[in-house]
């Protein structure tokens, strides 16, 4: 790691911990994986509060909206967690080292291919990299104890809590494909799901097919 990710992670570390909703396996989490590996190389403050654009015409959420949304999910480290929509890869990273097994999907194959490069070079082992939608989930790995979609859907669907192991717990948004949704919480408690408001969001509606070119 550069002096440089050194002084950039010591600086948004601060801002975390001002912040006060990443504990301590997250801020170490954090720590060990430069975001700067992560974003384009024009960009100049890889931690500063915006999203940035990735290949694919995606974009990545801004690191403290990312590392916000691990800190919801509530990983364990024997937790089994799937992910859908791998984009940078930068999320991906944070959960393979809180997590015993992160299986990540994502329809395009030029992202798959960057971020688990990214992964590597950081030395973050771990996680599966599959190219599909996430529409249907992932049946090869469920059960999973944590979910998260970095997408909006109108509904849950129930083949999502078909996949979630017993008190799991789901991160997405819900509501309508153009506007604002509401990004929640959803744990499984028998045959339902016990809902918890965390905050407005706006997502772009979880896409279908995987893209055959890029």
Known sequence: MSERDREE?????????????????????????PRRQFVRGNIV?????????????????????????????????????????TGSGYVTALLAKLAGRVTTLERYRTLIDAAEERLKTC???????????????????????????HASM????????????????????????????????LQKVGSRLEREDLRPVRYQPLAQGIARKL
């Not at 940035?52 to 024997?78: N, Q, Y």
């Open 9 to 33: 992670i010591a600086a948004f570390l601060l801002r975390l911990r001002s912040a006060r909703f990443a504990d301590q396996r997250l801020q170490q989490a954090v720590e060990a994986v």
């Open 45 to 85: 403050e890889p931690y500063a509060d915006s999203s940035f654009p990735i290949d694919c015409g995606e974009t990545m959420p801004s690191a403290m909206a990312a590392v916000a949304l691990v800190a919801d999910l509530r990983v364990e480290p024997t937790s089994r967690v799937l992910e859908i929509g």
């Open 123 to 149: 030395g973050v082992p771990g996680a599966q990299f599959v190219q599909e939608d996430g529409r249907e989930g992932w049946r090869d790995a469920a059960p999973y104890d944590r979910i998260i979609l």
């Open 154 to 185: 109108e509904t849950m669907p129930r083949v999502f809590l078909d996949q979630l192991a017993q008190h799991g717990q789901i991160i997405a948004a819900l509501g309508p494909g153009q506007g604002q949704q509401t990004l929640v919480r």
